[in-house]
């Protein structure tokens, strides 16, 4: 199948980059982050989130701005690492089917973070890469963060291997996350969250997931987001490989690599794969044996 590569204007901001074939397609910035902005069927309807405050804008590069999208972050979450403005210009590398996009080296950190995005038919994987430029190890686990607008159902199944009398799997919550929100629904075998517009206050809550898959049901259609890291090694958060945020407008899917000690030079990379089915009728997330069908068939 033939991927499509070209320059695009985009919500108003200049040169992004757009790879697309018959079944799907993504859209990249290129003068900050980098983000990806964009991800739907042709002609479809974009099932990530764009901030309205500051579609088209480039920001000054010592204002920090969440922009909307996909983005690659270090991980476990520290004011001093994960908010450093991002607004400078990206370095792009294209071939057949796939789209590098890598910003300028952090001074502040001494990491150097980039998007691969790589399209074959009609699957997208996500490389979610930093680099360690310091002269010295660090560790960190890198953290691939996925908003996604509102309207729909994001679903996580929570199957795991049976361990008999040993503990398989853990929740964790943030000091600010109600356990009784009514954005989230706690199911037998997976874990759902609604989000919607209305002003009221986030929460946000971690899990390790065994299956390493997550899917958005929204504008008729399952967005289906897995990784190949499992609840394998040494995770933030108290063990997450996946964690979930909600806020007015959005709910965020984010996936977590291992834990890494890195040495100068040295990467760590966390692969995502999203997937697009058509023409797929959000279940009743209440409805378990109808979701879980729905889960089975994806």
């Given amino acids: 199948m033939n991927v499509k590569i070209e320059k695009v204007n985009f919500c108003g901001w200049k040169n992004c980059i757009k790879i697309g074939d018959d079944k799907a397609e993504a859209v990249v910035s290129t003068e900050f982050g980098p983000r990806i902005l964009s991800f739907c069927t042709p002609q479809g309807k974009n099932h990530l989130y764009v901030e309205k405050s500051t579609a088209g804008k480039k920001l000054g590069k010592d204002e920090f701005a969440f922009y909307g999208g996909h983005r690659n972050w270090h991980a476990p979450e520290r004011s001093d690492r994960n908010y450093i403005p991002d607004n400078n210009t990206c370095e792009t590398v294209c071939t ?9 080296a952090e001074k502040e950190t001494a990491t150097r973070r980039a998007l691969k995005l790589t ?21 960190f686990a890198a953290w691939g963060i996925t908003q996604l607008i509102a309207g729909g159902s994001l679903v996580i199944p929570t199957d795991c ?3 008999g009398l040993v503990a398989n799997r ?12 009514a954005r989230i629904y706690w ?16 929460i946000k809550f ?18 289906v987001m897995e990784t190949e890291d499992g609840a394998v090694g040494e995770f933030p958060d108290y063990g997450c ?10 709910v965020e899917a984010e996936w977590l690599s ?9 990467k760590v990379i966390l692969n995502e794969t999203w997937r697009i089915a058509d023409n797929i009728a959000a279940p009743d997330i209440k409805n378990e044996e109808e979701t879980l069908k729905l889960l089975k068939s994806l």
Wanted: include cysteine; charged fraction near 20%; glycine fraction near 8%.
């Fill in 96 to 104: 057949d089917n796939c789209v590098t996009v890598t910003a300028p």
């Fill in 119 to 139: 399209l074959c038919d009609g699957v997208l994987t996500v490389s979610n890469i930093i680099e360690n430029k310091n002269l010295f190890d660090v560790r």
């Fill in 161 to 163: 291997p049976d361990t």
């Fill in 170 to 181: 853990a929740v964790s919550l943030w000091s600010y996350a109600e356990m009784n929100d």
């Fill in 187 to 202: 199911g037998g075998r997976y874990i759902a969250v609604t989000p919607h517009d209305k002003t009221v206050a986030p």
């Fill in 206 to 223: 971690g899990f390790t997931s065994a299956e390493k898959k997550c899917v958005y049901f929204n504008h008729n259609q399952a967005l």
């Fill in 241 to 250: 490989n996946f964690e979930c945020y909600s806020s007015g407008g959005l």
């Fill in 258 to 266: 291992p834990i890494k000690c890195l040495r100068t030079g040295d």
